[in-house]
């Protein structure tokens, strides 16, 4: 895989390769999400960069599985995100 140097949004260029790989899976692209949110550089905000790549990638492929997961980050990242474990039962 080649790293695209200077794309604040895909700075390994995961999401760019997912959408090259021929009949990859929903749970594939759902691990390839997390390692690409986890290599976000610092200060860079997920839902900013998701509605980049949606622009990007995903109006060519609407039907591909790494479009609707990155539509579903970025209503969950506009919702505050997930509030699950300790925090979600913390006001309980």
Known sequence: MT???????????????AYRIEGISEAE????????ALSLPEGQGQQ???KVLLQ??????PAHPMTALMTEGVA???????????????GA
């Open 3 to 17: 790293v695209v140097t200077g794309d604040k949004v895909d700075p390994k260029g995961l999401i760019r390769e």
């Open 29 to 36: 692209c759902r691990s390839i999400l997390m390692d690409w």
């Open 48 to 50: 900013a960069a998701l």
């Open 56 to 61: 990007r990638h995903g109006a060519a492929e």
């Open 76 to 90: 969950t990242v506009s919702r505050g995100g997930r509030r699950g474990g300790w925090r979600g039962r913390r």
